[in-house]
């Protein structure tokens, strides 16, 4: 009797190890911030100049939900555990938005697709690469430009390569090392914007 309830007994502790050592890890989902401080007034102009985003595009290895990190050069690593909350594209596309919107206040930024807003500058952004090593360091190069509606052309056309120091290893500081490497891209951006949006407006006014 007391045989067949030790027994019983194993078999029971057996089925939890085997149950425990099945368990798949929790998901965490990340996303990308805008790391760019928010020093306008509360009160902003109802006249602000509206500004398209997009389309941003991101190379074929970075549509994916799975966060990418690289081990060296060539290789890629994957994490199932470790995913984007959203589209990459789509989560960079509000962070430089919202980014744009506190560098330049006088501009009301909006992410494509919009409705007939009047907009007559787009941002365009070509992501080549935007991924850590496993250190969390990061690189993107990217591709942009400024683009006016009333002639379709670009008459800024810029290459970013910006390497962001890490701040940790893990996912959440590696994404968080990606928001400062965008923060820097709108920088650049808003640097050009800003420029282009004060010769219309002198151009305007003499």
Not at 149 to 160: F, H, N, T, Y
Not at 161 to 184: H, V, W
């Amino acid at each position: 009797m007391r045989k067949n309830h030790l027994g019983r007994l194993g078999l029971i502790c057996l089925a939890l190890v085997l149950t425990a050592c099945g368990t798949t890890p929790p998901t965490n989902f990340f996303a990308l911030s805008a790391e760019i401080p928010d020093t306008r007034p509360a009160s902003l102009s109802d006249d602000r100049m509206v500004i398209g985003v997009g389309p941003i595009e991101v190379s074929p290895y970075l549509e994916r939900t799975q966060i990418v990190t690289r081990s060296d050069q060539t290789r890629l690593e994957l994490t199932e555990t470790n995913r984007w909350a959203e589209p990459i594209e789509t989560n960079i596309s509000r962070v430089i938005a919202t980014n744009l919107s506190r560098l330049l206040p006088d501009t009301q930024p909006i992410v494509r697709p919009w409705a007939d807003a009047g907009v007559e500058y787009h941002v365009l952004v070509k992501f080549m690469r935007f991924d850590s090593d496993l250190a969390g360091n990061v690189q993107l190069h990217a591709n942009w430009g400024i683009q006016l509606d009333s002639s379709r052309s670009m008459p800024v056309i810029r290459e970013a390569k910006i390497s962001q120091a890490s701040s940790g290893e893990s996912y959440a500081e590696i994404t968080r090392t990606m928001s400062a490497a965008l923060a820097t891209l709108s920088e650049q951006i808003a640097a050009e914007l800003g420029e282009m949006l004060a010769s219309s407006k002198d151009a305007a006014s003499s």
